[in-house]
């Protein structure tokens, strides 16, 4: 005979013809935030994908700077079209040659710079996109902490408005209150049960945005109790001063000289291409003498002649100045931006520090006062059921808003983090 029985212990015990056995549950680990950002680099598509573009870059920055490959030629010359004999004539021959092409000016090197600045952008980018990544993680990850306290906040007020019910009813039976005071208990019960269940929705859809960054298989693991332990922010001056060191703007500095390097190489294109070549001609056949036709040897260089430039090259220079000026303005716009930004949220960040001593050192001590003095009150008949419904409303939205004045808090500190332009 097999049964089952569970225990609240989370234990599951199965009983098969006389034997016991105990099967352990294994509790989820809790998930914290730096386990959070480890996986989602990890299971980052878009960063793997911007690496190997920045591998692909640094390989092509060595193929060009190099020649292009020498070019092998074999064939006939001066073949007479009346018998194509290669013995009739004496110029006729046999010819193999090898010739090589070297660009104009210092285009070659300047193509190779152009590249290699290009791969460090790239590279750069990839560190910028790594602390986005992060910081989106922290972000979600900290609205999911919040939802999940918040329904343990309500859950706890829930029992508290119970027992003001239970209260309210027994008020009732003893002729001390009216029965509108129960329906008003009950009311504000059934609002508490909504709230849970609009926690628990957003709770959910927040654990599916989570799970998007760090993998489906660790979306429903539990969060640790505490919020993260970062370091105090540097003062504002240090961090405007360190904003020039964000990757974002360095990715702009490498796409600058990248830039340079297009205009560079776009002026090159004003100079001459060369082309040098030796070549060897074999004749065959016997000179009038009787003699054998000797072999014939030739050297030549040939240029280009870059007479009319106004439509190419000059197009092209034009087109490479307008690009430079484009990634100057750029990386302008990027670090009024980011100034900007940090501005905005070390004043948040700030504001948010007073309000939560505020909230711990007044507005919490004073709501649980007011809670227990209403409840007193209504219990003596000298204060009726709307002010302490209103008392015990106020507690659990002061207790939410501190929830959330603590998340806010720390999501400022995470944009600090991005603003200064590292993960910790």
Not at 3 to 13: I, P
Not at 89 to 100: N, Y
Not at 112 to 135: C, F, I, N, P
Not at 284 to 296: A, E, H, K, L, V
Request: net charge negative.
């Amino acid at each position: 005979m097999l049964a089952f029985s569970k225990l609240k212990t989370g234990f599951v015990f199965i009983a098969l013809s006389g034997f016991c056995m105990v099967c352990h549950a294994e509790p989820a680990v809790p998930l914290s935030l730096p386990e959070a950002e480890h996986l989602a680099i990890t299971h980052s598509s878009e960063l793997a994908a911007q690496c190997e573009n920045t591998q692909a870059l640094h390989e092509d920055s060595i193929a060009d700077g190099q020649l292009s490959d020498p070019q092998l030629m074999v064939g006939a010359v001066n073949v007479p079209d009346n018998t194509f004999s290669f013995r009739q004539d004496d110029m006729t021959m046999t010819e193999v040659g090898i010739q090589q092409s070297f660009p104009a000016g210092n285009s070659l090197s300047d193509k190779e710079h152009q590249t290699q600045a290009l791969a460090e952008a790239s590279e750069k980018h990839q560190a910028d996109q790594s602390l986005m990544l992060v910081q989106n993680v922290r972000d979600t990850w900290l609205d999911l902490y919040y939802w999940e306290h918040a329904k343990k906040i309500i859950y706890k007020n829930r029992l508290l408005f119970k027992y003001l019910l239970k209260i309210s009813k027994s008020q009732y039976s003893s002729g001390k209150s009216s029965l509108n005071d129960v329906t008003q208990a009950q009311l504000e019960l059934s609002r508490l049960e909504d709230q849970t269940l609009d926690a628990k929705q957003q709770a959910e859809l927040l654990r599916f945005q989570l799970g998007r960054l760090i993998g489906q298989d660790n979306m429903n693991r539990p969060l640790v109790t505490g919020l993260p332990s970062w370091s105090q922010p540097n003062s504002l001056d240090i961090l405007q001063n360190g904003l020039q060191n964000h990757p974002l703007l360095k990715t702009d500095s490498a796409n600058i000289e990248a830039s340079r390097d297009e205009v560079k190489f776009s002026r090159e294109q004003y100079k001459p291409t060369w082309t040098v070549g030796v070549y060897y001609g074999i004749r065959q056949g016997d000179m009038s003498d009787g003699t054998p036709r000797t072999n014939m040897a030739t050297a030549q260089v040939m240029l280009s002649l870059p007479l009319f430039t106004h439509q190419r090259q000059g197009r092209r220079a034009k087109a490479s100045i307008d690009r430079l000026e484009e990634a100057q303005l750029n990386q302008t716009s990027h670090y009024r931006d980011l100034q900007k930004e940090l501005n905005s949220q070390y004043e948040t960040w700030q504001l948010l520090s007073e309000r939560e001593k505020l909230f711990s050192r007044k507005l919490i001590p004073e709501a649980k006062r007011s809670t227990k003095t209403a409840l007193l009150g209504y219990q003596h008949a000298t204060t009726d059921m709307s002010v302490t419904l209103k008392a015990y409303t106020n507690q659990l939205n002061v207790q939410l808003e501190q929830l959330q004045i603590e998340v806010a808090r720390k999501k400022a500190e995470a944009a600090l983090m991005y603003l200064s332009g590292t993960s910790e």
